[in-house]
């Protein structure tokens, strides 16, 4: 089993940064491709970056590109996991959630997911 923890989320408003982090715990012998998904109340869940296990490719969903910026520690071994988001804006509020997975993909069937942390922008 692999446990997943978010951090990082809080208040900030609109133009402002914030960078959540997901630590990985348990059976990481293998490395794994890692995304974010959030969801805003009322809504879905939705993708919103994901990172290669290999930290050679990442993907980006188009609200989100050229503000977020996903990567993952050097250390494959921790296989921790970071969001950087800059020049926020008050629709990016939402519950934001860490995934891994063997697969690297886009959809919401990720096998492993934290319990989410939130991000509120205030206009």
């Known amino acids: 089993q692999v446990q997943l923890v978010e951090s990082g989320g809080g208040l900030v408003q609109a133009g402002g940064s914030l960078r959540l982090s997901c630590a990985t715990s348990?059976?990481?012998?293998?490395?794994?491709?890692m995304a974010w998904f959030r969801q805003a109340p009322g809504k879905e869940r939705e993708f919103v970056a994901a990172?290669?296990?290999?930290?050679?490719?990442?993907?980006?969903e188009d609200s989100v590109r050229g503000r977020f910026t996903i990567s993952r520690s050097r250390d494959n071994a921790s296989q921790t996991v970071y969001l950087q988001m800059n020049s926020l804006k008050p629709e990016d509020t939402a519950v934001y959630y860490c995934?891994?997975?063997?697969?690297?993909?886009?959809?919401?069937?990720?096998?492993?997911w934290g319990q989410g942390t939130q991000v509120t922008v205030s206009s």
């Open positions: 990172i290669h296990w290999s930290g050679s490719s990442t993907y980006y």
């Open positions: 995934a891994a997975d063997s697969s690297f993909q886009i959809k919401n069937d990720y096998e492993y």
């Open positions: 348990g059976r990481t012998r293998r490395t794994y491709n």
